[in-house]
């Protein structure tokens, strides 16, 4: 099994997040194949991200929305297939009250006009604190780094129940 996670990160803090997410998702689920993709450095592997079951967006909030990056990218990728493959986003932000909910949000839209499945959380486990996607406070992102190893966990739960591989 594949996961992908593709972000853009200026400062490292998102980096430093997709790591986090990295380090959950093996921790307890060893097996399986993750690949860590700075758009900004040009690093997204299109035969990984195809063969991919999840694929994890991730970016710093800009003016309540992703990055222009990010967006470049979604826009650009007209020709990657990501129908039903399960998607995640997480972001970082210098504030909470900075447009966290509304990046998300954009982020998932897009994910689901690529046809993709949203996960949305752990569902029942009240000790996440994510509904639909995880946040780090840039100042502060190690304080975060438990919910975003919890986020990739229970990514890669998801993936396994959905795929079984």
Same mark, same amino acid.
Request: glycine share 12%; charged share 15%.
């Given at each position: 099994m594949k996961? @992908? =996670?593709i972000y853009v990160s200026q400062t490292g803090?998102?980096?430093?997040?997709a790591e986090y997410i990295q380090d959950g998702i093996l921790a307890k689920h060893p097996f399986i194949q993750v690949k860590l993709m700075n758009i900004r450095e040009n690093e997204v592997d299109m035969?990984?991200? =195809?063969h991919s079951e999840a694929v994890v967006f991730g970016t710093p909030v800009y003016f309540s929305s992703m990055s222009w990056e990010l967006k470049r990218w979604f826009d650009q990728s007209f020709q990657i297939d990501l129908s039903g493959k399960l998607g995640a986003a997480f972001v970082t932000s210098q504030s909470l009250a900075g447009g966290v909910d509304t990046t998300i949000m954009e =982020?998932?839209?897009h994910m689901l006009v690529k046809g993709m499945l949203v996960f949305s959380g752990t569902g029942h486990d009240p000790a996440h604190k994510f509904q639909i996607g995880a946040v780090g406070i840039g100042k502060d992102i190690e304080h975060s @780094?438990?919910?975003f190893e919890r986020f990739g966990e229970c990514i890669a739960q998801t993936s396994i129940k959905l795929f079984g591989r």
């Open positions: 996961i @992908s =996670v803090n998102t980096g430093e997040a035969d990984f991200l =195809v =982020v998932l839209r @780094s438990g919910q």
